[in-house]
């Protein structure tokens, strides 16, 4: 079923009673400008065939083409559901810069996976420095995060935010989490499966973080730690940057046992 996301300003709920008739319809939603484009030009759906639409905030609504306009239609919604693409909790990647165009690659997998959030941040390896004209890339991988929780059936599309400058600042970032796991490649570091086991619950709010290409300092990592990140190893096996962080939302995803 074709799926898109809209803003949950364009859904309008009917009021209804014990004396609403069940026919009645529940509500309607609005659809203008690429949605709208694809749907009647590129896709030419059939009025009688359903699509459903995500308001992005957790509740997808199964419609039908009521009535076209020359800019938007009207869709009639016919049920109403939970989103069934997200994990229990939130989970955010700060995700160390990594160089060229990878990250647009880990928004994406990372998406698939059930991440919420993105943070860059720049770290003391990172080759690749932000400038200050980056906000535009922010832009882009808004977007990229966007198509990919459409294709992958999220219920909600992940926020990205414009890079940290340091790990002092993803530190004073990790209050928010009751969770948060900085991977680093240690044999000294407990593995994840022993790590979550202390844990022992399902967390509300997690967070992972990933180095660069080049790792961690240690001063980055006590840095961290000092501000509540449990460190973990991954395996005796070292991954590329843009492979871990994406690895880690599936075995999180799989130790909590949501797959
Ligand atoms: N030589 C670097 C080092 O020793 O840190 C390798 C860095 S690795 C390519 C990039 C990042 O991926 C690391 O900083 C870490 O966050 C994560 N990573 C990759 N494999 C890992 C593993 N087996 N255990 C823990 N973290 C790992």
């Given at each position: 079923m074709h799926r898109f996301f809209t803003d949950p300003d364009n859904v309008t709920i009917f009021p209804r009673d014990d004396t609403t008739p069940e026919t009645d319809p529940i509500g309607q939603i609005v659809i203008s400008g690429d949605d709208f484009h694809h749907l009647i030009h590129v896709l030419r759906i059939a009025h009688d065939e359903p699509f459903e639409v995500c308001d992005g905030a957790g509740t997808d609504f199964i419609c039908h083409i009521q009535e076209v306009f020359s800019e938007h239609l009207l869709a009639q919604i016919d049920a109403v559901d939970f989103s069934r693409g997200e994990l229990p909790f939130t989970l955010t990647l700060f995700q160390g810069i990594p160089k060229g165009k990878k990250m647009d690659e880990i928004i994406q997998k990372g998406t698939e996976l059930g991440y919420t959030a993105f943070v860059p941040f720049t770290a003391e390896r990172t080759v690749n420095r932000p400038k200050d004209a980056d906000f535009k890339k922010t832009l882009r991988r808004g977007r990229i995060a966007y198509e990919a929780a459409k294709q992958a059936g999220r219920g909600i599309i992940p926020t990205v935010e414009e890079p940290y400058p340091d790990v002092n600042a993803v530190g004073r970032a990790l209050s928010a989490y009751d969770l948060v796991l900085v991977a680093h490649v240690s044999r000294?570091?407990?593995?994840?499966?022993?790590?979550?086991?202390?844990?022992?619950?399902?967390?509300?709010?997690?967070?992972?973080?990933?180095?660069?290409?080049?790792?961690?300092?240690?001063?980055?990592?006590?840095?961290?730690?000092?501000?509540?990140?449990?460190?973990?190893?991954?395996?005796?096996?070292?991954?590329?940057?843009?492979?871990?962080?994406?690895?880690?939302?599936?075995?999180?995803?799989?130790?909590?046992?949501?797959?």
């Open positions: 000294d570091n407990p593995g994840l499966h022993e790590v979550l086991q202390s844990y022992g619950k399902t967390p509300k709010n997690a967070a992972v973080i990933i180095g660069p290409e080049g790792g961690f300092t240690e001063i980055e990592v006590l840095t961290l730690q000092k501000a509540g990140a449990i460190p973990v190893s991954l395996g005796a096996r070292v991954m590329r940057t843009e492979t871990a962080g994406p690895a880690m939302g599936a075995m999180l995803a799989y130790a909590f046992g949501l797959v």
